[in-house]
């Protein structure tokens, strides 16, 4: 397969978590990036859960630093040293969904694994993707399944 250099302007955005979906699609993106030339945007949201008080929150918990750990150990478990050229990893404090469709605008596609941390076993889109794939302005890819990029 050839794989092209990343084309100015053109992005991938991908919706990571630390899930095994989550993962397929950084594999995937991968995959599309070296067919389209696009670079791509690996992006974990993070948000304070709606039943979470302030009462609870200690005094040492760093919500930005645990999610850019879970999403560089993400990348790091799919890619090892060898991360590809033009990947960008972010991280976003808000709704997962709405961070993703914000994070996508412009963006040449957007791809999102079907099931994450959370939601309930068994549906076959999580809300997060069933959201994204509604509403984002991009193509969107949602990966299903367990088998990594050809």
């Not at 919500?63 to 090892?80: N, Q, R, Y």
Request: hydrophobic share 45%.
């Amino acid at each position: 397969m050839t794989t092209q250099a990343p084309s100015a302007g053109a992005r991938i955005v991908v919706g990571v978590d630390g899930s095994k979906p989550s993962q397929l699609a950084l594999s995937w993106a991968v995959r599309m990036s070296a067919t389209t030339g696009a670079s791509i945007d690996a992006v974990m949201a993070w948000h304070f859960p709606v039943n979470f008080g302030w009462g609870y929150v200690t005094d040492t918990w760093d919500p930005i630093a645990d999610a850019t750990k879970c999403l560089t150990d993400s990348v790091d478990e799919v890619f090892g040293a060898e991360r590809p050229a033009g990947l960008r990893l972010l991280v976003r404090q808000g709704l997962p969904a709405k961070v993703l469709l914000d994070e996508s605008k412009g963006a040449t596609m957007l791809i999102v694994g079907s099931r994450g941390h959370g939601g309930f076993s068994g549906l076959l889109l999580g809300s997060v993707s069933a959201n994204c794939a509604e509403h984002a302005t991009c193509p969107v890819l949602v990966i299903h399944g367990d088998q990594p990029a050809p």
